[in-house]
């Protein structure tokens, strides 16, 4: 059974280059309610708990640093089928891939940075969106 919630962040390489809205209202277009939504920085500590499966990795320290250079936004969003709808609003993790019209396609300079992050199964939305957000947070 597929849920109806998804952990979106915009990453720091679109904030930096003021994509925050037209995303946000990417994705609202795209039928997704945002029930959570801060405005944050990663400390280091943070970073490497999120992305902890990758730490084994060789692009784990830039990935971290990447993802502490500056702030980020993190959301929970809702919708059915949210995490399979928000993977194809998305794109592809490589923009050059992505399809047409895609936020990666869009707003994404690379694959390292690739403007957004969005949950791959309902279990890590879950797991992600309790790492963002207090229970009193989500609406």
Same mark, same amino acid.
């Given at each position: 059974?597929?849920?109806?919630?998804?952990?979106?962040?915009?990453?720091?390489?679109?904030?930096?280059?003021?994509?925050?809205?037209?995303?946000?209202?990417?994705?609202?277009?795209?039928?997704?309610?945002?029930?959570?939504?801060? @405005?944050?920085?990663?400390?280091?500590?943070?970073? =490497?708990?999120? @992305?902890?499966?990758?730490?084994?990795?060789?692009?784990?320290?830039?990935?971290?640093?990447?993802?502490?250079?500056?702030?980020?936004?993190?959301?929970?969003? =809702?919708?059915?089928?949210?995490?399979?709808?928000?993977?194809?609003?998305?794109?592809?993790?490589?923009?050059?891939?992505?399809?047409?019209?895609?936020?990666?396609?869009?707003?994404?300079?690379?694959?390292?940075?690739?403007?957004?992050?969005?949950?791959?199964?309902?279990?890590?939305?879950?797991?992600?969106?309790?790492?963002?957000?207090?229970?009193? =947070?989500?609406?």
């Amino acid at each position: 059974m597929t849920g109806n919630r998804t952990f979106t962040m915009i990453k720091p390489d679109a904030v930096e280059n003021g994509h925050i809205g037209a995303i946000l209202e990417k994705i609202t277009a795209a039928g997704f309610k945002i029930v959570a939504m801060k @405005y944050t920085q990663l400390s280091k500590r943070d970073a =490497e708990a999120f @992305y902890a499966v990758h730490n084994e990795r060789p692009f784990f320290g830039e990935l971290v640093a990447f993802m502490t250079r500056g702030p980020i936004v993190s959301a929970i969003l =809702e919708k059915d089928n949210a995490v399979d709808d928000f993977r194809a609003l998305i794109g592809a993790t490589n923009p050059a891939e992505a399809a047409e019209g895609t936020i990666r396609k869009l707003f994404a300079t690379s694959i390292g940075e690739n403007a957004v992050h969005g949950s791959d199964s309902d279990e890590n939305a879950a797991i992600e969106g309790a790492f963002h957000f207090a229970g009193r =947070e989500v609406y």
